[in-house]
């Protein structure tokens, strides 16, 4: 809506605009509403680049309670001439009359200057958003990313860490899946402990702002105890010395726990705590020679029961497979066999 308060340009300042468009005479155009009609306030003339003369020019031209507008000129051209910045200026301590009527009619003065002039417009209410030190502030907010949702920012991540898949002669593919964080020399120390059999329990964490795998606790357990040490709300990796006797033998087995408490996770924790997983289970295994009995991988530390912990380290195998048997027919007294063949040639069916 180009006249939504029914003010229009008066003569002086649509002849300013079309004379400063034509040429680079002007640096700055200072207009005011006056008498129902946007009228022209002041010029200045360039005297100097565009950045070393805006603040001596721009700032005096601002009132601590009056709003106005100000186009100023800078040293860029486009397709239509020089380029133009457009400032609205609408201090906090003006009448609310004023600051609605500069408002509504902002876009008037717009349509009488040429939008197509205009490369950048600013609205402040305080000088520091007006002069240069604001207005580069304003370019460069203008120039960043648009902010991410917590979502797409997940998403972002995911995709930044996905394996590529392109193939040909000179690339190179990334063999082991995941993501191989380096662990943290206190991690590595406990479980050199741990495969010693000096400790009987390892809890690692992954840092994603350092991009390392930490250690956590090393604090004894028991296997009653275990349950107690999975966190409700965070993923962990687990290494367990399971103590227990089998078919007779006294036996100490490594069990690797991955525990992830379901949805209550970012999907970014999820994607790295899978990634990480097997790269860490590499390097534990093939470079700290400890031999891992059983991986597992829980939503809830209640699952680790004496019973269950047990049936997966020694799953019961079934050495003899039941035939399939053919199902007997109905019990009772079953009545004469019938026999039925197609009628001979000559003979008359009943």
Same mark, same amino acid.
């Given at each position: 809506?180009?006249?939504?308060?029914? =003010?229009?340009?008066?003569?002086?300042?649509?002849?300013?605009?079309?004379? +400063?468009?034509?040429?680079?005479?002007?640096?700055?155009?200072?207009? #005011? $509403?006056?008498?129902?009609?946007?009228?022209?306030?002041?010029?200045? &003339?360039?005297?100097?680049?565009?950045?070393?003369?805006?603040?001596?020019?721009?700032?005096?031209?601002?009132?601590?309670?009056?709003?106005?507008?100000?186009?100023?000129?800078?040293?860029?051209?486009?397709?239509?001439?020089?380029?133009?910045?457009?400032?609205?200026?609408?201090?906090?301590? %003006?009448?609310?009359?004023?600051?609605?009527?500069?408002?509504?009619?902002?876009?008037?003065?717009?349509?009488?200057?040429?939008?197509?002039?205009?490369?950048?417009? =600013?609205?402040?209410?305080?000088?520091?958003?007006?002069?240069?030190?604001?207005?580069?502030?304003?370019?460069?907010?203008?120039?960043?990313?648009?902010?991410?949702?917590?979502?797409?920012?997940?998403? /972002?991540?995911?995709?930044?860490?996905?394996?590529?898949?392109?193939?040909?002669?000179?690339? &190179?593919?990334?063999?082991?899946?995941?993501?191989?964080?380096?662990?943290?020399?206190?991690? #590595?120390?406990?479980?050199?402990?741990?495969?010693?059999?000096? =400790?009987?329990?390892?809890?690692?964490?992954?840092?994603?702002?350092?991009?390392?795998?930490?250690?956590?606790?090393?604090?004894?357990?028991?296997?009653?105890?275990?349950?107690?040490?999975?966190?409700?709300?965070?993923?962990?990796?687990?290494?367990?010395?399971?103590?227990?006797?089998?078919?007779?033998?006294?036996?100490?087995?490594?069990?690797? =726990?991955? %525990?992830?408490?379901?949805?209550?996770?970012? $999907?970014?924790?999820?994607?790295?705590?899978? %990634?990480?997983?097997?790269?860490?289970?590499?390097?534990?295994?093939?470079?700290?020679?400890?031999?891992?009995?059983?991986?597992?991988?829980?939503?809830?530390?209640?699952?680790?029961?004496?019973?269950?912990?047990?049936?997966? #380290?020694?799953?019961?195998?079934? +050495?003899?497979?039941?035939?399939?048997?053919?199902?007997?027919?109905?019990?009772? &007294?079953?009545?004469? /066999?019938? $026999?039925?063949?197609?009628?001979?040639?000559?003979?008359?069916?009943?």
């Amino acid at each position: 809506m180009s006249h939504q308060t029914g =003010i229009q340009a008066g003569n002086d300042v649509k002849d300013i605009f079309a004379s +400063a468009k034509a040429g680079d005479q002007y640096r700055v155009l200072k207009i #005011v $509403i006056e008498d129902e009609q946007l009228s022209l306030g002041t010029t200045r &003339k360039a005297s100097k680049q565009w950045d070393k003369e805006y603040d001596s020019l721009v700032l005096p031209l601002l009132e601590d309670d009056v709003p106005c507008y100000i186009l100023y000129r800078l040293d860029s051209t486009n397709n239509q001439g020089y380029e133009w910045v457009f400032l609205a200026w609408s201090p906090d301590h %003006s009448a609310v009359r004023h600051k609605m009527l500069y408002a509504a009619t902002r876009a008037t003065l717009k349509k009488e200057f040429g939008g197509g002039h205009i490369k950048d417009e =600013i609205f402040a209410t305080t000088k520091d958003d007006l002069n240069l030190s604001g207005y580069k502030k304003y370019l460069t907010s203008q120039a960043a990313p648009l902010p991410l949702t917590a979502a797409e920012e997940e998403l /972002r991540q995911i995709k930044l860490n996905e394996v590529q898949t392109d193939i040909s002669v000179d690339t &190179k593919q990334q063999t082991l899946q995941g993501v191989a964080f380096p662990v943290h020399k206190d991690a #590595v120390a406990a479980l050199e402990r741990f495969r010693d059999k000096k =400790i009987n329990y390892v809890q690692l964490e992954v840092d994603a702002q350092q991009e390392l795998i930490r250690l956590c606790s090393t604090e004894p357990t028991d296997l009653k105890d275990l349950p107690m040490r999975i966190p409700k709300e965070f993923a962990r990796y687990h290494f367990f010395l399971y103590k227990h006797s089998h078919e007779g033998d006294y036996l100490e087995s490594t069990v690797f =726990i991955y %525990s992830m408490p379901g949805y209550k996770c970012s $999907i970014r924790d999820r994607m790295l705590y899978s %990634s990480c997983k097997n790269p860490l289970v590499d390097m534990v295994e093939n470079k700290l020679q400890i031999e891992i009995e059983k991986k597992l991988e829980i939503d809830n530390g209640d699952e680790l029961t004496s019973d269950f912990m047990y049936e997966e #380290v020694h799953p019961k195998q079934h +050495a003899h497979k039941q035939a399939f048997a053919k199902p007997k027919g109905p019990a009772g &007294k079953r009545g004469g /066999r019938r $026999i039925t063949r197609p009628p001979v040639e000559g003979e008359e069916e009943d």
